[in-house]
């Protein structure tokens, strides 16, 4: 099945830009994600790309999608300390001729942003 | 337009108890996905929901069970609880499959 990975932390200064990794095993996704969770709440979804584009620009977001590599960055420019939070990196778990909502989540990765 | 809601958002439970959650999609969603979110196993994939029908399960035991209404809306059941049950339970909704799924506030569980 589909095996997701992130770094589990970043520490960046206000101001700089973050760019949060992920790598995944399965290359039949159609849509790949980033959520981001903030304490206590729950996901809030952030951007996706169709995996047939290599980047996508979102104001301060920047998703990078390597297929070959099978590698997906998170980019934000201008950092704020209310980026503060957990990034998960989400891949559809897809069944073969099927359809499903399935996702495979990343481990997240903690973004603390120093003022 | 309403996002998802997850009701209750805490609940706190003794071994042994079952619990009920229940989760609104957003309007026009069919489909529901339900989560569990540990800190030792992250976000873990329990089942999903659409028309009615179970679509797809996670490597969950059978206390762990849900179903699925006609108005959309979705109830997971947890029989006999144990302590490593709690968690933040996350439901998600999306329109049919393959869509992105917008995620409730989830219901923080906590079993002692």
């Known amino acids: 099945g589909e095996d997701v990975e992130q770094s589990l932390f970043l520490s960046v200064r206000e101001g700089d830009s973050s760019v949060i990794n992920c790598t995944y095993t399965?290359?039949?996704?159609?849509?790949l994600y980033w959520y981001k969770q903030e304490p206590g709440a729950g996901l809030q979804l952030l951007t996706y790309i169709f995996s047939n584009m290599d980047m996508k620009q979102d104001q301060r977001l920047t998703v990078l999608l390597n297929k070959k590599d099978k590698h997906l960055s998170l980019r934000i420019a201008d950092t704020q300390t209310g980026d503060s939070a957990i990034y998960f990196c989400?891949?559809?778990?897809?069944?073969?001729?099927?359809?499903?909502?399935?996702?495979?989540f990343g481990t997240g990765t903690l973004l603390a942003v120093q003022p | 337009k309403a996002g998802v809601t997850q009701t209750p958002r805490y609940l706190i439970k003794t071994r042994g108890q079952q619990v009920t959650l229940s989760c609104s999609p957003i309007s026009g969603h069919r489909s529901v996905s339900w989560y569990q979110q540990t800190p030792g196993q992250g976000l873990q994939f329990l089942f999903e929901y659409f028309s009615e029908t179970q679509r797809n399960k996670g490597n969950f035991p059978g206390r762990f069970s849900g179903r699925q209404f006609s108005n959309s809306r979705s109830e997971m059941n947890v029989s006999t609880l144990e302590l490593g049950d709690s968690a933040l339970y996350l439901c998600a909704s999306t329109l049919s499959g393959g869509e992105t799924q917008y995620f409730g506030p989830g219901t923080r569980l906590l079993v002692l």
């Open positions: 989400a891949v559809p778990d897809v069944p073969y001729g099927g359809a499903t909502n399935k996702l495979i």
């Open positions: 399965d290359s039949s996704s159609t849509y």
